[in-house]
Antibody, heavy 121, light 111 residues
Framework: EVQVLESGGGLVQPGGSLRLSCAAS????????MSWVRQAPGKGLEWVSA????????YYADSVRGRFTISRDNSKDTLYLQMNSLRADDTAVYYC??????????????WGQGTLVTVSS | QSALTQPASVSGSPGQSITISCTGT?????????VSWYQQHPGKAPKLMID???NRPSGVPDRFSGSKSGNTASLTISGLQAEDEADYYC???????????FGGGTKLTVL
């Protein structure tokens, strides 16, 4: 059974940093792209970032480029999102999502339950 | 990059059919066959219902179908059921600097 489980969310002050993790199981992790998608409270979905199966290619939304870094450790079947210079409008539930063979495509067939990031002083 | 345009809400009675539209541009919906649809119940993670415009993943009822004409993609749900009441989001690949965009979401109410 495919599972992805996020962790690392919490309360952080504006300008601070946080690292999210996503542990995957039930599939051959290194052959699939992975993405982060977020949802602000009461709002719609927003794609944040994607990474290829090998980790060599990364993609970012304009809203986070230069502040967030996506990475993966295929030896641990784990995806990461390092978030720096956090702002109030980064407050959201962050979902880890399994993609297809090609990164930066809008097909996400398995999602975690999400982890809440709150940026507030 | 602006979000794809969806109606804020649609409604229908059990057994009826409804269609949700998703309008973009030639740089996203109209230019590529990479349009997906997601269903999200309150407090739950999104679920993939349609990908690559018309493809229905295993386990998704055949009451759900997707199509595209020009810059507008559509999700049709036939034989509406109470459990179909949820928020629906479209998503597309885009040639802009942000590679994937979502629509603003449509709340489906089953009367």
């Amino acid at each position: 059974e495919v599972q992805v489980l996020e962790s690392g969310g919490g309360l952080v002050q504006p300008g601070g940093s946080l690292r999210l993790s996503c542990a995957a199981s039930g599939f051959t992790f290194n052959t699939y792209a992975m993405s982060w998608v977020r949802q602000a409270p009461g709002k719609g979905l927003e794609w944040v970032s994607a990474i290829s199966g090998t980790g060599r290619s990364t993609y970012y939304a304009d809203s986070v480029r230069g502040r967030f870094t996506i990475s993966r450790d295929n030896s641990k079947d784990t995806l990461y999102l390092q978030m720096n210079s956090l702002r109030a409008d980064d407050t959201a539930v962050y979902y880890c999502a399994k993609g297809g063979a090609v990164a930066a495509r809008p097909t996400f067939d398995y999602w975690g339950q999400g982890t809440l990031v709150t940026v507030s002083s | 990059q602006s979000a794809l345009t969806q109606p804020a809400s649609v409604s229908g009675s059990p057994g009826q059919s409804i269609t949700i539209s998703c309008t973009g541009t030639s740089s996203d919906v109209g230019g590529y066959n990479y349009v997906s649809w997601y269903q999200q119940h309150p407090g739950k993670a999104p679920k993939l219902m349609i990908d690559e415009v018309t493809n229905r993943p295993s386990g998704v009822p055949d009451r759900f179908s997707g199509s595209k004409s020009g810059n507008t993609a559509s999700l049709t749900i036939s034989g509406l059921q109470a459990e179909d009441e949820a928020d629906y989001y479209c998503s597309s690949y885009t040639s802009s600097s942000t590679d994937v965009i979502f629509g603003g979401g449509t709340k489906l109410t089953v009367l």
